[in-house]
């Protein structure tokens, strides 16, 4: 789970001896709230207090059996507060409950934990999962990926049965889209009148999602789904019941994510996790394209296009990492008039050369590319790249020798097949 930034906390204030259901209410609350996926909670036991009877309970040893109060403490994202709280109305018959607005600076976990294979995907699996339907405008949902919120919106039939999928890749895929798609990086005025010009249009949902996506029910097992991504090379699948309706997502970020959560319970471990067994020099893809801090614009854009992964590394003379380059940090830094021939290229996967629209431009590598890069080495740990790349929200970790040299290129992708075999193979996954 991660917060940063705006959350809201919940403060709940009831009975050392409430019920729910014949469990103690604290504990009950707390079944609760995992089971919906939260982030967390904590209870603490007051020594004295009184409440709306005005009866003094008090922790002492004249009387221990005392009715002491109990203070539930949640701190969670916004939306999931909204979802939860009315089943947590139902529970607190008598009680308080006050909800604050805070700022999380900041959500550190401890070491990372086994994840046995055989898990259920609802372990991991995100049930905060905004739908959409066919006939759904094409400019709302586009608005929800721009807001990047959601990275894919699943579609949904009358009966909430999944028929479709629609990535921001979906958008991309479609020229008369280019402009919007791009919109991400633009400002706020191009992206009110792109979406102007696709409300306009009248296109829906329907006409720009992937019919019948890869699904799996929420019984699946981790080491199932994360296979399931593999084999088809996608990043998310969403979740069904037995009839097909949607009841949540699960994302390779859900399962690299749950890894770096701390357990609920520790318990001895008789041997190390095989991901600590891992080196990143054992999965890291070597053919990793490079320029130079001085190459020009069409020379990037043209190695881009020639390359799946859209990403490459900037290096010196001595071949030390200096920089990275991706798809979106051309269209974030391309000026007005490079802007239309890039996306086009990228899109297209042309030469920029031979779109017409570019302007010759002598701007270099130097001046579109992200600087102090985060790295990993050969001998860096599997377990400890995927904390590297949660912790930083990357994608990809440029591989370097003691010198700084490249030498190779890991991301989620490489260390979800590792997990992968690693599953096959009956182990835990990690």
Known sequence: MEIVGLAKKVTIYVGESDKWQRKPLYAAILEMLKKEDCAGATVTRALSGFGAHSRIHTASLVDLSADLPLIIEWVDNPARVERVMPRLKEMVVEGLITVHEVEVVTYSHRRLRELPAEAPVRDVMSREVYRVQADTPLA???????????RALPVVDQEGRVIGILTDGDLLDRADLLAVSAQ??????????ELHHLRQSGQTVGECMTPNPVTVTDDTTIAQAVNVMVEHNIKRLPVVDA??????????????????????AESPRKSPPPGQHIRVGDVMMTNVPTVRINASLVEIVNLLVSHAHRRIVVIDEQRRVVGIITDGDLIKRATREERGGIIQSLTRRLPLGQVESFQLSQRTAAEVMTGQVVTATPETSLLEALRLLLEHKIKRLPVVDSEGRLVGLVGRGGILQALGSNSSAGKSVN
């Open 140 to 150: 709302e949902a586009v608005e929800l990926l721009l807001d990047k919120v959601y």
């Open 184 to 193: 991400k990086e633009l400002n706020e005025a191009e992206t009110a009148q």
């Open 243 to 264: 009839q097909r309706k949607l009841v949540g997502m699960v994302s390779r970020v859900d399962v690299l994510r749950a890894l770096a959560e701390p357990p609920v």
